[in-house]
């Protein structure tokens, strides 16, 4: 009788175990696509300086603000900590959430992490933004990377700067000396010396790792460097370590030129320019893309001078620093490098 009554609890809460089993093999088959309140999710992880830098990740924010306006759907964020080292687990994160039908990666060093990840979770969407693969790499077909010209729209920032400058001396600070950065570089150097063969250029960058890009103190020392050694115009691609220039540049009554965002607001009548990447922008198209079934993976995409996606900032703000006759001739180089006529290879 006991043997009987001890078989039979067996054979019932084997039957709710295999019942039990079958119910999470119900729920476990593909994501829905749709968060709890039914809209298209996406996934962001920052960039080393994280959200508040009022450069490169705010301005990703900022296009998914923009999605979530216009498109309606619903994201998330992840903010890898000190020199994002935990990058590859906040993209994991990301990808095993089964809402999550996209996720971005906002900048360069994300891009052999994101490339891993995107292979294993092939029925994800990933964006990284400023990707930067090695030469000849395959690029998974799920995964869009996204660049901007900012070689050719360091040109335009360099002409800008060669004609503004009074001292015949510009200076140039980088943050993490990548070869993405040295694009900044060199593209601005080279505008410069279109303008004014003669003009000298100072260059500095704040480090050798992702930390470089979130250092405003050694920043502002750099910058306060190249103004005592006869610069008066600085041109700064240094993500939050930019502040600091932005900052030695109001204590010194010179100028800076700004990247990513228009930061005039952040030293008034101190910003010559700014060279814009609308970042935002290619968010927003990129997700709507994702939302509407039409995806381009499996190759960089490119938000150029072309829709001035990559452009550099003229405005009431600043127009009296640049000035309409050196406007009209960095609006002619524009149309030029257009053209092919100047070549400014990436």
């Not at 335009?156 to 510009?170: D, E, H, I, N």
């Not at 890009?213 to 920043?219: E, L, Q, R, V, Y």
């Amino acid at each position: 009788m006991i043997q009987r009554s001890v078989s039979s609890a067996v054979l019932r809460a084997s039957a709710f175990l295999l019942l039990f089993t079958f119910m999470l093999a119900g729920c476990a088959g593909k994501p829905s696509g749709k968060s709890a309140s039914g809209a298209y999710k996406v996934g962001l992880v920052f960039d080393v300086g994280g959200r508040g830098d009022k450069s490169f990740n705010d301005a990703a924010y900022h296009g998914l603000e923009l999605a979530k306006k216009q498109l309606g759907i619903a994201f998330d964020y992840l903010e890898p900590q000190g020199e994002g080292a935990d990058r590859d687990a906040a993209l994991r994160q990301m990808a095993a959430d089964p809402d999550v039908r996209m996720i971005i990666g906002v900048g360069l060093l994300f891009t052999d992490d994101i490339t891993a990840i995107a292979r294993e979770f092939p029925d994800k969407k990933f964006v990284c933004i400023d990707y930067n693969p090695q030469p000849g790499a395959s690029i998974p077909s799920n995964l869009s990377g996204i660049v901007f010209e900012e070689k050719k729209g360091s040109f335009l920032a360099g002409a800008v700067a060669a004609l503004a400058s009074k001292s015949g001396t510009l200076g140039f600070i980088g943050g993490m000396d990548s070869n993405i950065i040295r694009k900044f570089e060199s593209g601005f150097i080279a505008g410069a010396r279109y303008v004014n063969p003669e003009i000298k250029v100072i260059s500095g960058f704040v480090g050798m790792t992702g930390s470089a890009f979130n250092d405003p103190a050694k920043g502002k020392e750099l910058a306060l460097g190249q103004y005592s050694r006869g610069a008066d115009i600085i041109y700064q691609a240094a993500g939050a370590s930019g502040l600091g220039v932005v900052e030695a540049a109001r204590q010194t009554g010179k100028l800076v030129i700004c990247t990513d965002m228009d930061q005039e607001y952040l030293a008034p009548g101190r910003v010559l320019t700014s060279m814009t990447k609308a970042v935002d922008k290619a968010v927003l198209a990129t997700v709507e893309e994702g939302k509407n079934n039409r995806f381009q993976g499996g190759s960089k995409r490119i938000f150029g001078l072309d829709g001035r996606y990559t452009d550099y900032v003229y405005n009431e703000k600043n127009a009296s620093l640049i000035g309409s006759a050196a406007h009209e001739r960095v609006e002619q180089i524009r149309k030029e490098i257009l053209s092919g006529k100047i070549k400014v290879s990436e």
